[in-house]
C-alpha cells in the first residue's frame, strides 16, 4: 500500500514539474518585486508549456503581477481665488472729474447751454440793472445762455442773469420746458430795456436779476438777488386789484388755455417746485402769474 501511495506522489510530484518549470519539490512563487519583464516571460512560458494534455494556469499572484498598472491620477487644478477677492483686485475705473459748479457749457438733445461768471464787458453792459450798494455782488452772480422755444415754433438763444447758488437749477429748469414744448416770447438782459421792468415785460421779455424795489412797494425785490425768474409776463401778468402789469396781459386774465399761460400744476409750475421755487400765481393779493422765487416773496 505505501508503495502504491509513494507511487503517486511521484507521479503528482513529476506532473507539477512539468507544469511549473521547476525541480521536482520546489514551489514557484511570485515576489512582488519582480519585474513586468520577468513576469510576463515566466507567464508566457507557463502559458505554452502543456503534460498530459493539459494546459497549466498561472496563480492568483503571478496574474496580479501582469496586470496594467492604474491610469496615473491627475489632480485637479487648483482652486481659483473667491469672487469676492478677485473683484477687489480689479482696479475701478477712473471717475470723470466733478464739474465746477455753476460754470461750462452743455448740450442735451436740441436743448443749449453756458454757465459763466460775469466778466468786464459783461460788467459794462449791465450798469442799468446792477449798482454799487445792490445786496449781491457781481461775483455772486451767473451769467446764462440757453436755447428756447420761440412761439414761432423754431429754437433761439436766450440770455440771462442770476444768483450762482440757483445757476444750475435755473439751467434744469428751462431744459424741461424746452423738452415738452412750453414757448418763450423773449429772454434778454433787462439792460436792453435800460433796467426798466415795465417795458421788459410789455416785450413779453423772461428774466431774472434787476436790483430794484418790489413792484408797488419799498425794499428790494427779489429780482435784487437773482433769485427770481419772471416768465412771460403777458401771458402771466401781475395783478394787484385793478392794476394788470404789463396792461397786454389784461387778455389772459381768465387764464385761457393757450400757448404759454401758466397754470397751477402744470410742467412749468412743476418744473420750478422741483427745483424748490415758488410760484405767485398761488398769491392771493397780488397775483403774480409770472413769478417763480426761492424765498416766495
Known sequence: MRRVVAAALAVILGLL???SGEPPGVVATSSPETSATETAAAGATSSGATSSGAASTGTPSTVASISSPPPTQTSPPA???PRSSMDSSIAEPARPATPEPSTGSSRVGGFGSEVDTIG???AARMTSSWR???PVPLADLRYLTMTYRGFDGADHTGEMVV???VADDV???FRRLYEVGYPIGSMRLVDDFGGDDDASMSANNTSAFNCRPVTGGGGFSEHSYGTAVDVNPVQNPYVSGSTVLPQAGRAYL????SPGVIHAGD???QAFADLGFSWGGNWSRPTDYQHFSVSGR
Not at 381768465?254 to 388755455?257: A, I, L, Q, T, V
Open 17 to 19: 514539474a512539468g507544469c
Open 79 to 81: 482652486p481659483g481665488p
Open 120 to 122: 468786464p464787458d459783461l
Open 132 to 134: 454799487a450798494g445792490c
Open 163 to 165: 444768483a450762482a447758488s
Open 171 to 173: 439751467v434744469t429748469v
Open 254 to 257: 381768465d387764464r385761457p388755455d
Open 267 to 269: 410742467e412749468v409750475v
